[in-house]
Nanobody, 122 residues
Framework: QVQLVESGGGSVQAGGSLRPSCAASERTFSSYAMGWFRQAPGKEREFVAAKGWNALSTNYADSVKGRFFISRDNAKITVTLQMNSLKPEDTAVYYC???????????????WGQGTQVTVSS
């Protein structure tokens, strides 16, 4: 069964950094675009960042541009989200997901991880 497993969330004070990562269970994911989404309590899931299968195309939400950086390692079938200058409003459950094409739309992602909690205190 295809799986995406996130790790590396946690709690940090405002201004700090976290680096969640996501590992895929199958090598076929190296041909998928990989994205990160987040969902805060009482809010809809929102796009954070995504990178194309060949790592040449990248997309960021305006709210994280310049602070968050997505990278992928197709040899290890992992995708990482480097989160810097964290703010309390970044608090959410972060999900990685895989899609056949680079997209900011959650419904275009076929596979999802279980999520990892990120909490930023002021």
């Amino acid at each position: 069964q295809v799986q995406l497993v996130e790790s590396g969330g946690g709690s940090v004070q405002a201004g700090g950094s976290l680096r969640p990562s996501c590992a895929a269970s199958e090598r076929t994911f190296s041909s998928y675009a990989m994205g990160w989404f987040r969902q805060a309590p009482g809010k809809e899931r929102e796009f954070v960042a995504a990178k194309g299968w060949n790592a040449l195309s990248t997309n960021y939400a305006d709210s994280v541009k310049g602070r968050f950086f997505i990278s992928r390692d197709n040899a290890k079938i992992t995708v990482t989200l480097q989160m810097n200058s964290l703010k309390p409003e970044d608090t959410a459950v972060y999900y990685c997901a895989a899609a056949r094409m680079l997209s900011r739309v959650s419904t275009e992602y076929e596979y999802w991880g279980q999520g990892t909690q990120v909490t930023v205190s002021s």
